[in-house]
């Protein structure tokens, strides 16, 4: 029944390379500053997360080992989806359409507009990062867990609805395209990926230090295999805890410092520049000798 996903996905990711390639091709040619090296190696990168985590052996071994579970999980949730919007992909890929679809968009999707007042309202950053975060938690719940996995084609639409919650997330965390909402202040973006970290963390660790097995699922698969499997139910479990917990801080927290940083940095990174003739004589003497400087 998984099969039956990877034809539909497959050309999802065939289309939107075409829409990247031929977007960033025509605002190379325009000149813009969007269409950057930086930006299409990390639009590249990101496909090619996308397709470890749904199309490769990786989605399939996922139902047998609770470690590519959580591999995929942060492979797709947490470096895929905000590598997205590093690469400016809504912006780019705009560019990619024909040029009366284009227009129909810009027209028809902004803050202006009924349909970006309703995009507003139905994906607002509170209601967004609330989200995620409760899918996150149901996505490692045992009882989900054990229903989820007895039916492939049900584990894969469930991570792809998780993962689509995922880039709503990121979608405001990163700040990149479509504009319809207004940005948030830096401070209010760190307050979010601090506790979602703790979730994070609580999750991880829980999972990584339990003395007993907290998937049925994954311990009947293991007894199963019984000898020939190297990978012991709790070893797996651990291991799988661990990239929760250690792969998912260092996203994190490498986000929280660059959230906090543009506290501290003016827009573009740029440092302040001094006004026109500070260090003349005429603004350095002091007050009484302005004769001095006329002689």
Known sequence: MIDLFVAPIGVVLVLWLVLYGRGWLRLR?????????????????????????????????????????SLQTVILCLMAAPAFFQSCGYDVMLWGLPTPARRWLYRTVNRSTRQGAVVRKVAPPGVAWLLFLALFLIWHDPSFVNWATQTPALHTAALLLLGLVALLFWWHVVGTGPRLQAP????LIAIM???????NMTTGV????????????YAAVAAAAGSTRALGVLGDQALAGGIVWVAGSFVYISSIILVVNRLFVLHGGSQPEPYANWDADERMIMPGLEHRVRR
Do not use: C, K, M, Q
Request: charged share 15%; glycine share 4%.
């Open 206 to 217: 829980s999972l990584a230090f339990a003395t007993e097995p907290l998937y049925g699922h």
């Open 29 to 69: 040619r325009r000149g813009a500053r969007l269409a950057t090296v930086y930006r299409l190696v990390v639009f590249w990168v990101a496909t090619i997360l996308v397709s470890i985590a749904l199309l490769s052996p990786v989605n399939r071994l996922s139902t047998d080992y609770l470690f590519v579970r």
């Open 193 to 199: 990926l601090v506790i979602t970290e703790i979730v």
């Open 184 to 187: 948030l202040a830096p401070w």
